[in-house]
């Protein structure tokens, strides 16, 4: 079974522009999350969503940060323009239910760069 | 106070050691608790839950003191393969349903 994957890998982009970012959960899990890890801080929770709906968006930045999930499969996180600060590896994740000891399956992350 | 908060180390033992990571967490609402691995560059993966009794998986055992709000990880007969950043996670902390994790500790192992 596949796990989750992310889309791309790796993205360098001068401040400005903008920038999708795409993560297919594991077939089957309503939930989704999307975390970012700015270099040297912790993983932050940027949002969540159930099936097509947004469960949780407090830990979105700022409203330069769209994410969709339209059918509630896969989600896309824009950054549009993308400024410096914008930098880290964004995760997503995915789990099956939500309730305690749920494991959340994460992806390999995409590496973003503004410069 | 952050929310979770673990000693970044790192932490350099040698092949064999027991070595021991602690983790507190703010919020005394929060439902469950993981400790999560992550390699270098890759993504965190799920080691263990930490269950109220306290649970054990092989080499690795986990506690976790509610009114302390406290979790610990302890590592018998440490593995070059066991090198890798530990990351305490509570989920139910800035949300029901949202994993809150701590910047991790890093752990190395030496031959």
């Known amino acids: 079974e596949a796990g989750v994957t992310q889309f791309p890998s790796h993205s360098v982009i001068e401040k400005g522009q903008t920038v999708t970012l795409r993560c297919d959960p594991i077939?089957?899990?309503?939930?989704l999350y999307w975390y970012r890890r700015v270099m040297g801080k912790e993983i932050k929770f940027l949002l969540h969503?159930?099936?097509?709906?947004?469960?949780?968006e407090s830990g979105m930045p700022n409203n330069r940060f769209l994410a969709e999930r339209t059918g509630g499969t896969y989600s896309t996180l824009k950054v549009q323009p993308a400024e410096l600060e914008d930098s880290g590896v964004y995760f997503c994740?995915?789990?099956?239910?939500?309730?305690?000891?749920?494991?959340?399956?994460f992806g390999q992350g995409t590496r973003l760069t503004v410069v | 106070r952050k929310e979770v908060e673990q000693d970044p180390g790192p932490f350099n033992v040698p092949e064999g050691a027991t070595v021991a990571f602690n983790c507190t967490y703010s919020?005394?609402?929060?439902?469950?608790f993981f400790w999560y691995r992550q390699d270098c560059r890759k993504e965190p993966k799920l080691l263990m839950s930490?269950?109220?009794s306290g649970n054990e998986d092989g080499r690795f055992t986990a506690q976790l003191n509610r009114a302390s709000q406290y979790i610990s990880l302890l590592i018998r007969d440490s593995k070059l393969s066991d090198s890798a950043t530990y990351l305490c996670?509570?989920?139910?902390?800035?949300?029901?349903?949202?994993?809150?994790f701590g910047k991790g500790t890093m752990l190395l192992v030496s031959p």
């Open positions: 994740a995915s789990s099956q239910d939500v309730g305690a000891g749920q494991e959340a399956f």
């Open positions: 930490v269950y109220s």
């Open positions: 969503f159930v099936k097509e709906s947004k469960q949780d």
């Open positions: 996670v509570v989920n139910g902390g800035s949300g029901y349903s949202t994993l809150t």
């Open positions: 919020n005394s609402a929060s439902q469950s």
């Open positions: 077939s089957g899990h309503d939930n």
